[in-house]
């Protein structure tokens, strides 16, 4: 199948497609004309990645989930090896935007938000004093 059917059927633009060719996750055969002639499995494979990316690895994480996948003497620790840092990375990344939340939720309590020209928010942003 050409570029424009694996795209529909695996849900990634063309463009998606072509860089993950150009950084080798997915090798389509190319036809007798040089065109790309991708097979089931590499739709199969661009969904595999569609679906990881979609949790949060990152394009190397999903390269080593991916030749996780296609080694049938895998160990699953190596497999959770990596989706526990991911998990642990989400967890800091929450601890942090709740961090931001509560500061930024202190400032707008802080602010009066009327016609006066003071405002704790910005003076927050100006000098780094909280209030």
Same mark, same amino acid.
């Given at each position: 199948?050409?570029?424009?059917?694996?795209?529909?059927?695996?849900?990634?633009?063309?463009?998606?497609?072509?860089? *993950? $060719? @150009?950084?080798?996750?997915?090798?389509? =055969?190319?036809g007798?004309?040089?065109?790309?002639?991708?097979?089931a499995? #590499?739709?199969?494979?661009?969904?595999?990645?569609?679906?990881?990316?979609?949790?949060g690895?990152?394009?190397?994480?999903?390269?080593q989930?991916?030749?996780? *996948? $296609? @080694?049938?003497?895998?160990?699953?620790? =190596?497999?959770?090896?990596?989706?526990?840092?991911?998990?642990?990375?989400? #967890?800091?990344?929450?601890?942090?935007?709740?961090?931001?939340?509560?500061?930024?939720?202190?400032?707008?309590?802080?602010?009066?938000?009327?016609?006066?020209?003071?405002?704790?928010?910005?003076?927050?942003?100006? =000098?780094?004093?909280?209030?």
């Amino acid at each position: 199948m050409n570029i424009g059917e694996a795209s529909d059927r695996s849900g990634l633009p063309s463009k998606t497609i072509r860089y *993950y $060719e @150009d950084i080798g996750l997915i090798r389509p =055969d190319r036809g007798g004309n040089g065109y790309r002639d991708y097979a089931a499995a #590499d739709v199969h494979k661009l969904r595999f990645l569609q679906r990881s990316r979609g949790l949060g690895f990152s394009v190397e994480e999903c390269r080593q989930l991916l030749a996780l *996948y $296609e @080694d049938k003497s895998r160990a699953s620790a =190596d497999v959770k090896e990596i989706a526990q840092g991911k998990l642990n990375e989400i #967890d800091r990344k929450i601890r942090e935007l709740m961090e931001l939340r509560r500061t930024l939720e202190h400032l707008v309590h802080a602010c009066h938000g009327n016609g006066r020209p003071d405002c704790p928010i910005l003076e927050e942003l100006s =000098d780094g004093k909280t209030v």
